[in-house]
């Protein structure tokens, strides 16, 4: 069943600019590939930071099943045990929907507590999914968490000149 556009509503996105968040998130993620030389693994998870940028930037660029095939690639290319970053970001897109009901107007700065507390969920829940207990690994978690928090506006603005939105300042 087709719906009727009014005369104000947004045209569909049609032809290769409907794939360009999902393969965004997917160059996030392969981002990880890249060969980065370092003391400590503090490297931000780029695919969840451009998740999160079009989920709060453009709601409607995605679609609420779509962090299952993105996490699953993310899952398959980083390392982590299958399935947690399908479930963890699922559950953030989740959150996020609850807030936006919730909350009638969100500015910025609310969106990028949004993205900073989504974040910190997903990474402290993957340490406790992949990594034992008794493991030494809260210092550079705390710090890989705060690296992505900054990053964040970044990947919002990424997120903006992908999808052509000239007004976003």
């Not at 965004?24 to 693994?41: D, E, H, K, N, R």
């Not at 690296?147 to 992908?162: G, K, V, Y």
Request: with cysteine.
């Amino acid at each position: 069943m087709s719906q009727v556009r009014g005369p104000f509503d947004e045209a569909p996105v049609t032809g290769f600019q409907r794939f360009v968040p999902a393969l965004s998130v997917v160059v996030g993620s392969a981002v990880t590939l890249w060969p980065f030389i370092a003391t400590f693994p503090i490297l931000p998870p780029f695919g969840l930071l451009m998740l999160l940028g079009w989920r709060l930037t453009k709601p409607d660029s995605l679609r609420i099943w779509a962090p299952l095939p993105l996490g699953l690639f993310d899952d398959l290319i980083s390392g982590q045990p299958l399935g947690t970053a399908m479930l963890f970001w699922t559950l953030c897109f989740f959150m996020i929907d609850l807030i936006d009901q919730r909350i009638v107007y969100r500015d910025f700065w609310q969106d990028w507590l949004v993205a900073a507390g989504s974040v910190a969920f997903c990474l402290i829940m993957g340490r406790l999914v992949a990594a034992p207990l008794g493991a030494h690994v809260d210092t550079v978690l705390l710090l890989q968490i705060v690296i992505a928090t900054l990053l964040f506006p970044l990947a919002a603005r990424i997120c903006a000149m992908l999808a052509g939105d000239e007004e976003q300042e």
